[in-house]
């Protein structure tokens, strides 16, 4: 129930294009989904989040969207640029309590000029 | 800067051995979360604290321990270290009990040769 699966692994686009991940969460309690970037030999940094009450959320170049009845939401990079590569997790966390910060598998995003 | 401090940077020790990783989170975080990743692997979440008190446990090996003191740092003790617990260890904060964001530290790597 803790789980959130994120898809795919790995993601080679090509510069200019649209990069996206899915996520997928099965606990209801969650509400807040951030998705995190981390380049090699960094921490994970905040990228966008996102609440339920809204199916969409944008930033620049970067987008959430969320459905919530399918309990799944992506991350959408409209133009990507090699300085994008990176690797990118999605997490989902619930409120009223003390619940760590699940964390999806990561994708290691290139891109490629 | 995310205004986690972890210390070390770099870790190197032999199997058998014992050491402290710490982390000082951002001022006025009250919760601290550590993980886990090793080479090309997700974030592993090992332990989460909150104003001192521990809230969360993930998988966390028994020869792991963990405590937050009362100025709200942290430390991390890794014993009976083995070849596998090579990896990077990240501390992050959050403000509050409730989770938002969470910021992370640029990481402690450990070494076991």
């Known amino acids: 129930q803790q789980q959130v699966k994120q898809s795919p692994q790995s993601l080679i686009v090509q510069k200019g294009g649209i990069s996206i991940i899915n996520c997928a969460y099965e606990?209801?309690?969650?509400?807040?989904f951030p998705w995190y970037q981390q380049f090699p030999g960094k921490g994970p940094a905040l990228l966008i989040a996102?609440?339920?009450?809204?199916s969409e959320k944008k930033e620049g170049r970067f987008t959430i969207s969320f459905n919530k009845s399918a309990k799944q939401f992506s991350l959408h990079i409209m133009d990507s640029q090699p300085g994008d590569s990176a690797t990118y997790f999605c997490a989902a966390s619930g409120s009223g309590g003390y619940q760590k910060v699940t964390f999806g598998t990561g994708t290691k995003l290139q891109v490629i000029p | 800067d995310s205004g986690v401090t972890q210390t070390p940077k770099h870790l190197i020790t032999a199997t058998g051995q014992r050491v402290t990783l710490r982390c000082s989170p951002r001022s006025g975080d009250l919760s601290v979360y550590w993980y886990q990743q090793s080479l090309d692997q997700g974030l592993q979440f090992l332990i989460h604290?909150?104003?001192?008190?521990?809230?969360a446990k993930g998988n966390i090996l028994e020869r792991f321990s963990a405590q937050q003191f009362p100025d709200l740092h942290s430390e991390l003790n890794l014993s009976s270290l083995e070849l596998g617990d090579s990896a990077l260890y990240f501390c992050?904060?959050?403000?509050?009990?409730?989770?938002?964001?969470?910021?992370f530290g640029q990481g402690t790597r450990l070494t076991v040769v």
């Open positions: 992050a904060s959050s403000p509050g009990g409730q989770n938002t964001e969470a910021f």
């Open positions: 996102i609440r339920p009450d809204v």
């Open positions: 604290y909150y104003n001192g008190e521990e809230r």
């Open positions: 606990n209801t309690a969650f509400d807040y």
